[in-house]
C-alpha cells in the first residue's frame, strides 16, 4: 500500500470526525480553536486523530486532522501542532477505555453553567433522565496541562460514558463518532433546558416527576437502545444534513 493511501477503516474515521467537528461549529458548540474531539485509529498501537490546533471546527477536513499515540508525539507529518490540553483529556480515556472509539469535549456555555451549580444536573425533564444513569464528575484541576492528572481523570469517568467537568464543561465517550455525537447532545440538551428552568426563578415551583418513572426512563439508557438509535437512524441524517451544506469535510 502506498505510504499516501489510507487503509479504508481509518478514512472512514477520519470522515467521521471531522463530521463531528463539522457539526459541533453548526451547533454553535465550539469555542474559537479550543476544545477538541478525538478518535481511536484500529490498530494494537492506540493511535487517535485529533484537531490541527489553530483550524477552526468549521475548516477541519478528514486529510488535516493529525494522528498521534499515546506519548503525544505526532504520528507522520502534519503542518499543525496539536492542544496540549486537548491530548492530556483525551490521551487519559483512550489509555484505559478500549471501547472509547471517540471522545468530545466541549466549553459551551450551558454545559458549563451546570457543571459549575452546585446542584449539578438534575432530573427535571426527560432528557436529563436519559442522561443521568451514564454521567459521572471531575473536580476542576485548572487548565489541563499536567500528565498527572490523568489517572484522576480515568477514575473518576470509570466505565461511564459522559461527564461534567467541574467549572470547565461537558465529556462524552462512545464507540464511535456517531454514538459520542449523540451522547453529547443529548447532555448539553439537558444543561440547556435546566438552565432555561432556572431563569423561571422559583425553585419550589420544579415539577417533580416520579421516581418510578425516572427509573423508567433510566433502563432505556442502561439498555443501549442509544447506540443503535446513534448509528441507524441520527447519524446518517447528520451526514445528509452537512452534504446538504457542502462535502469538502470528507477531503
Given amino acids: 500500500m502506498s505510504e499516501n493511501v489510507l487503509p479504508p477503516d481509518e478514512h472512514a474515521i477520519r470522515v467521521d470526525l471531522a463530521a463531528c467537528y463539522r457539526l459541533v461549529a453548526l451547533y454553535g458548540w465550539d469555542d474559537l480553536i479550543f476544545t477538541h474531539i478525538s478518535a481511536r485509529v484500529p490498530g494494537p498501537e492506540h493511535h487517535f486523530l485529533i484537531n490541527p490546533y489553530g483550524l477552526m471546527f468549521e475548516e477541519i477536513t478528514a486529510s488535516s486532522l493529525v494522528k498521534i499515540g499515546l506519548d503525544g508525539n505526532p504520528v507522520g507529518k502534519s503542518n499543525y501542532p496539536v492542544n496540549p490540553a486537548g491530548f492530556t483529556i483525551h490521551s487519559a480515556v483512550h489509555e484505559v477505555r478500549e471501547d472509547a472509539g471517540c471522545v468530545m469535549h466541549l466549553h459551551t456555555p450551558d454545559g458549563t453553567a451546570v457543571s459549575t451549580s452546585k446542584e449539578r444536573l438534575l432530573p427535571l425533564n426527560q432528557t436529563a433522565q436519559l442522561v443521568l444513569p451514564d454521567?459521572?464528575?471531575h473536580d476542576y484541576e485548572g487548565v489541563a496541562l499536567d500528565y498527572d492528572e490523568r489517572p484522576?481523570?480515568?477514575?473518576?469517568?470509570?466505565q461511564k460514558n459522559l461527564m461534567l467537568l467541574h467549572n470547565h464543561g461537558t465529556l462524552a465517550v462512545g464507540k464511535n463518532c456517531a454514538e459520542a455525537f449523540l451522547r453529547m447532545?443529548?447532555?448539553e440538551r439537558a444543561c440547556t433546558m435546566q438552565v432555561r428552568t432556572r431563569m423561571l426563578g422559583d425553585v419550589s415551583m420544579d415539577h417533580p416527576t416520579d421516581e418510578a418513572v425516572i427509573?423508567?426512563?433510566a433502563e432505556l439508557?442502561?439498555?443501549?437502545?442509544?447506540?443503535s438509535l446513534a448509528d441507524t437512524l441520527v447519524w446518517p441524517a447528520l451526514l445528509r444534513k452537512?452534504?446538504?451544506a457542502g462535502s469538502d469535510f470528507r477531503n
Avoid: C, F, I
Fill in 185 to 187: 447532545y443529548l447532555l
Fill in 135 to 137: 454521567l459521572a464528575y
Fill in 215 to 217: 427509573e423508567k426512563n
Fill in 242 to 244: 452537512l452534504d446538504r
Fill in 221 to 227: 439508557t442502561r439498555g443501549g437502545g442509544l447506540s
Fill in 152 to 158: 484522576r481523570l480515568q477514575r473518576d469517568l470509570g
